[in-house]
Protein backbone atom coordinates (compact mmCIF):
# COMPACT_ATOMS: atom_id res chain seq x y z
CA UNK A 1 0.00 0.00 0.00
CA UNK A 2 1.26 3.52 -0.87
CA UNK A 3 2.28 6.16 2.08
CA UNK A 4 -0.47 8.37 0.83
CA UNK A 5 -3.21 6.53 0.72
CA UNK A 6 -2.21 5.03 4.38
CA UNK A 7 -2.12 8.44 5.87
CA UNK A 8 -4.97 9.59 3.59
CA UNK A 9 -7.04 6.35 5.36
CA UNK A 10 -5.64 7.11 8.95
CA UNK A 11 -6.77 10.47 8.77
CA UNK A 12 -10.46 9.46 7.48
CA UNK A 13 -10.11 10.67 4.49
CA UNK A 14 -11.86 10.05 1.36
CA UNK A 15 -9.71 11.25 -1.58
CA UNK A 16 -12.12 13.30 -2.66
CA UNK A 17 -11.48 14.72 1.30
CA UNK A 18 -7.40 14.77 0.41
CA UNK A 19 -8.19 16.66 -3.02
CA UNK A 20 -10.24 19.45 -1.82
CA UNK A 21 -7.17 20.44 1.10
CA UNK A 22 -4.36 19.92 -1.07
CA UNK A 23 -6.07 21.53 -4.14
CA UNK A 24 -5.26 18.86 -6.43
CA UNK A 25 -7.69 17.30 -8.97
CA UNK A 26 -8.76 13.44 -7.21
CA UNK A 27 -7.80 11.86 -10.77
CA UNK A 28 -3.68 13.27 -9.29
CA UNK A 29 -4.51 12.16 -5.91
CA UNK A 30 -5.89 8.69 -7.66
CA UNK A 31 -2.24 8.64 -9.41
CA UNK A 32 -0.39 8.98 -6.63
CA UNK A 33 -1.59 6.43 -4.78
CA UNK A 34 -1.39 3.99 -7.97
CA UNK A 35 2.34 4.91 -7.77
CA UNK A 36 2.40 7.24 -11.14
CA UNK A 37 5.17 9.77 -10.95
CA UNK A 38 3.89 12.93 -10.06
CA UNK A 39 5.55 16.48 -10.10
CA UNK A 40 7.06 18.05 -6.99
CA UNK A 41 4.31 20.58 -6.58
CA UNK A 42 2.37 17.81 -6.07
CA UNK A 43 4.74 15.96 -3.39
CA UNK A 44 4.88 19.77 -1.60
CA UNK A 45 0.92 19.81 -1.73
CA UNK A 46 0.58 16.36 -0.13
CA UNK A 47 3.65 16.78 2.28
CA UNK A 48 1.92 20.28 3.43
CA UNK A 49 -1.59 18.80 4.26
CA UNK A 50 0.14 15.07 6.07
CA UNK A 51 2.55 17.85 7.71
CA UNK A 52 5.59 15.36 6.83
CA UNK A 53 8.43 15.93 4.30
CA UNK A 54 8.41 14.95 1.08
CA UNK A 55 11.11 11.70 1.62
CA UNK A 56 8.63 10.62 4.21
CA UNK A 57 5.63 10.41 1.39
CA UNK A 58 7.56 9.23 -0.91
CA UNK A 59 9.52 6.43 0.97
CA UNK A 60 7.59 2.99 0.58
CA UNK A 61 6.00 2.57 3.60
CA UNK A 62 6.83 0.19 6.58
CA UNK A 63 5.64 -3.24 6.88
CA UNK A 64 2.60 -3.95 8.61
CA UNK A 65 3.19 -4.94 12.21
CA UNK A 66 1.46 -8.18 11.78
CA UNK A 67 3.49 -8.99 8.60
CA UNK A 68 7.07 -8.53 10.65
CA UNK A 69 5.71 -10.90 13.54
CA UNK A 70 5.53 -13.64 10.59
CA UNK A 71 8.26 -16.12 11.60
CA UNK A 72 9.53 -18.51 9.07
CA UNK A 73 8.06 -20.90 11.61
CA UNK A 74 4.65 -19.86 11.12
CA UNK A 75 5.30 -19.51 7.39
CA UNK A 76 5.96 -23.23 7.38
CA UNK A 77 3.17 -23.97 9.82
CA UNK A 78 0.42 -21.79 7.19
CA UNK A 79 2.01 -23.15 3.94
CA UNK A 80 1.31 -27.02 5.76
CA UNK A 81 -2.42 -25.78 6.36
CA UNK A 82 -3.10 -24.68 3.29
CA UNK A 83 -1.33 -27.97 1.63
CA UNK A 84 -4.03 -29.69 3.59
CA UNK A 85 -6.50 -27.69 2.90
CA UNK A 86 -6.16 -28.10 -0.53
CA UNK A 87 -5.68 -32.02 -0.29
CA UNK A 88 -9.05 -32.37 1.57
CA UNK A 89 -10.82 -29.96 -1.23
CA UNK A 90 -9.28 -32.16 -4.02
CA UNK A 91 -10.60 -35.13 -2.12
CA UNK A 92 -14.17 -33.68 -1.81
CA UNK A 93 -14.04 -32.97 -5.62
CA UNK A 94 -13.18 -36.26 -5.94
CA UNK A 95 -15.67 -38.21 -3.87
CA UNK A 96 -18.67 -35.64 -5.45
CA UNK A 97 -17.20 -36.22 -9.13
CA UNK A 98 -16.37 -39.90 -8.45
CA UNK A 99 -19.98 -40.87 -7.67
CA UNK A 100 -21.87 -38.50 -10.71
CA UNK A 101 -19.63 -40.59 -13.09
CA UNK A 102 -21.05 -43.71 -10.92
CA UNK A 103 -24.53 -42.98 -11.33
CA UNK A 104 -23.75 -42.42 -15.06
CA UNK A 105 -22.11 -45.45 -15.51
CA UNK A 106 -24.95 -47.49 -13.76
CA UNK A 107 -27.28 -45.87 -15.81
CA UNK A 108 -25.77 -45.48 -19.09
CA UNK A 109 -23.53 -48.77 -19.26
CA UNK A 110 -24.64 -51.02 -16.10
CA UNK A 111 -22.91 -54.06 -18.09
CA UNK A 112 -18.94 -52.54 -17.89
CA UNK A 113 -17.80 -50.69 -15.08
CA UNK A 114 -15.51 -48.43 -16.83
CA UNK A 115 -15.85 -45.68 -13.83
CA UNK A 116 -13.42 -47.89 -11.79
CA UNK A 117 -10.72 -46.48 -14.22
CA UNK A 118 -11.51 -43.80 -13.25
CA UNK A 119 -11.55 -44.01 -9.57
CA UNK A 120 -8.28 -46.25 -9.58
CA UNK A 121 -6.49 -43.54 -11.75
CA UNK A 122 -7.68 -40.60 -9.57
CA UNK A 123 -7.04 -42.51 -6.68
CA UNK A 124 -3.46 -43.00 -6.91
CA UNK A 125 -2.73 -39.61 -7.20
CA UNK A 126 -4.70 -38.81 -4.38
CA UNK A 127 -2.58 -40.88 -2.30
CA UNK A 128 0.31 -39.97 -3.65
CA UNK A 129 -0.43 -36.47 -2.77
CA UNK A 130 -1.86 -37.76 1.25
CA UNK A 131 1.37 -39.69 1.46
CA UNK A 132 3.47 -36.38 0.20
CA UNK A 133 1.42 -34.24 2.91
CA UNK A 134 1.37 -36.93 5.97
CA UNK A 135 4.01 -39.92 5.82
CA UNK A 136 6.85 -37.73 3.55
CA UNK A 137 7.30 -34.73 6.47
CA UNK A 138 7.61 -37.43 9.54
CA UNK A 139 10.51 -39.16 7.34
CA UNK A 140 12.55 -35.85 6.82
CA UNK A 141 11.71 -33.89 9.53
CA UNK A 142 13.88 -30.91 11.47
CA UNK A 143 16.34 -33.55 13.09
CA UNK A 144 16.87 -35.41 9.83
CA UNK A 145 17.45 -31.71 8.06
CA UNK A 146 19.80 -30.79 10.95
CA UNK A 147 22.34 -34.27 10.17
CA UNK A 148 22.24 -33.54 6.60
CA UNK A 149 23.91 -29.92 7.22
CA UNK A 150 26.26 -31.31 9.96
CA UNK A 151 27.62 -33.62 7.11
Known amino acids: MNSVKILREKNGWTQETLAELTGLSIRTIYRVEKGDCVGLETWAALAAVFQVSITTLQQPPVEDEVHSMITP?????????????????????????NLLLFLINLIVTPDYWWVIWVIVGWGIGIL???FRIWVVPMWFDDEWEREKVEQ
Open 128 to 130: IKA
Open 73 to 97: EIKTALKKVRRIRDFYIQLSIYVVI
